[in-house]
């Protein structure tokens, strides 16, 4: 799923509308071949891949109508896609049976047969996903059910399709689930102990390492309101 910075409201500007390619796409360093984001901080070397659960999708659905319309999914159930065909929150991979519980930070995962990335973090959700979702909770939710999405680096590069397969190389860390470090990192945000363990993660990105030495340095954690709302 590729796409390039437009117009989202009020002059505010998103990649967050991604449509699929067909055919071999070159994943790189900085992300796939064609894609954009509209500020540096959203893209980088430590994001240079997002990745969905396709599993999240009927939840949102079921709760949100305009969210199901966006992604298709409230088509009859014989013309309903398995994965939509266009994305709600931005990500350039959608699978289903990967999901925040089964991934952990530090797995290593081959795509089709030459490309290898790393997970980095979990997504921080932020109030642009509840505009395409048409629900301004969404990204609250989002953090509160472990259903945020997560990051990638791309270790070694090359081309990818849809449909490639993805294997687990390697995991490093299996004790350290996305759904434990979100629900860690939101649920308790003052948890001395659970802040500590992340800091000494070398697998962890920067922007998620300089929050965690933020709050354990100040003691205090950072306001979320301007992230998560409009």
Request: net charge neutral.
């Amino acid at each position: 799923m590729t796409g390039k910075p437009r117009t989202l409201v009020d002059g505010e500007m998103s990649a967050i509308w991604k449509q699929a390619v067909s055919g071999p796409v070159l994943l790189g360093e900085l992300g796939l071949e064609g894609d954009g984001q509209a500020y540096r901080t959203h893209g980088g070397p430590e994001k240079a891949l997002l990745h969905y659960a396709a599993d999240h999708y009927r939840m949102w659905a079921q709760r949100f109508p305009a969210a199901a319309h966006a992604a298709g999914l409230d088509a009859p159930a014989d013309k309903r896609p398995e994965l939509p065909a266009t994305t709600l929150f931005g990500e350039n991979i959608i699978t289903l049976g990967m999901t925040e519980e089964t991934v952990c930070l530090g797995d290593r995962y081959l795509i089709g047969k030459t490309v290898v990335v790393e997970v980095t973090q979990p997504r921080q959700p932020c109030w642009k996903l509840g505009v395409t979702a048409g629900a301004a909770e969404v990204p609250r939710l989002m953090q509160e059910t472990a259903a945020t999405g997560w990051y990638c680096r791309v270790l070694t590069p090359g081309a990818v399709a849809a449909g490639d397969r993805i294997r687990l190389e390697s995991r490093p860390l299996p004790d350290c689930q996305l759904s434990r470090m979100i629900l860690g990192f939101y649920g308790t945000p003052d948890d001395r102990g659970f802040l500590e363990e992340l800091s000494r993660l070398p697998q962890l990105s920067t922007e998620w390492r300089l929050l965690v030495e933020r709050r354990l340095s100040t003691g205090s954690v950072e306001d979320w309101n301007g992230r998560l709302y409009r």
